[in-house]
T-cell receptor, first 112, second 111 residues
Framework: RKEVEQDPGPFNVPEGATVAFNCTYS??????FFWYRQDCRKEPKLLMS???SGNEDGRFTAQLNRASQYISLLIRDSKLSDSATYLC?????????????FGTGTQLKVEL | NAGVTQTPKFQVLKTGQSMTLQCAQD?????MYWYRQDPGMGLRLIYY???????DKGEVPNGYNVSRLNKREFSLRLESAAPSQTSVYFC??????????FGDGTRLSIL
């Protein structure tokens, strides 16, 4: 089993739709979680951290379910500019420091 | 507000040539990382440096070496480039417990 797994997509949705991505992780000791956004041929950029109680940033909502070991990202009222690949990142604190593991990403295409 | 700066942005090498990719950050971050990104593989960690003076292997270190020159700079060296090392390379830095900040990448092709 991969340490971090994501559905690669693509998710093709019309503008204005609500779309949700899930990400599962294998190590129950993982401590912190993030969603990154990556545009084609660009660097990953932090979208939002994921907190245990869930958190919202505008149209974006992130949730963490430690019991089932998954995190989710919900995007409401999708915009064309939301088209990108969304990377799930899991942080595990080890003796050697922070170990960040990236999912392979979920591709989102928002269409007119 | 430079953040993480990588040079060069593009490079083409012949098999067997050597090359050093440079990375510098001006955010006073302790940890620095080198990743490669290939289609369908996601980001894979090559080497990292948890703090100045230390370096450790990541998931795919073979064929690479690194130097943490000082707190700001972390370089990645290919001693004898191979076509399998054709990839996009990202440098990142962070503070403990915080998310990573990435440079805008180096696109490396090895013929």
């Amino acid at each position: 089993r991969k340490e971090v797994e994501q559905d690669p997509g693509p998710f093709n949705v019309p503008e204005g739709a609500t779309v949700a991505f899930n990400c599962t992780y294998s190590n129950s000791a993982s401590q912190s979680f993030f969603w990154y956004r990556q545009d084609c041929r660009k660097e990953p950029k932090l979208l939002m951290s994921v907190y245990s109680s869930g958190n919202e940033d505008g149209r974006f909502t992130a949730q963490l379910n430690r019991a089932s070991q998954y995190i989710s990202l919900l995007i409401r009222d999708s915009k064309l500019s939301d088209s990108a690949t969304y990377l799930c990142v899991v942080n595990l604190l080890t003796g050697g420091g922070n170990k960040l593991t990236f999912g392979t990403g979920t591709q989102l295409k928002v269409e007119l | 507000n430079a953040g993480v700066t990588q040079t060069p942005k593009f490079q083409v090498l012949k098999t067997g040539q050597s090359m050093t990719l440079q990375c510098a950050q001006d955010m006073n971050h302790n940890s620095m990382y080198w990743y490669r990104q290939d289609p369908g593989m996601g980001l894979r960690l090559i080497y990292y440096s948890a703090s100045e003076g230390t370096t450790d292997k990541g998931e795919v270190p073979n064929g690479y070496n690194v130097s943490r020159l000082n707190k700001r700079e972390f370089s990645l060296r290919l001693e004898s480039a191979a076509p399998s090392q054709t990839s996009v390379y990202f440098c990142a830095s962070k503070l403990s417990g915080q998310p990573q900040h990435f440079g805008d990448g180096t696109r490396l092709s090895i013929l």
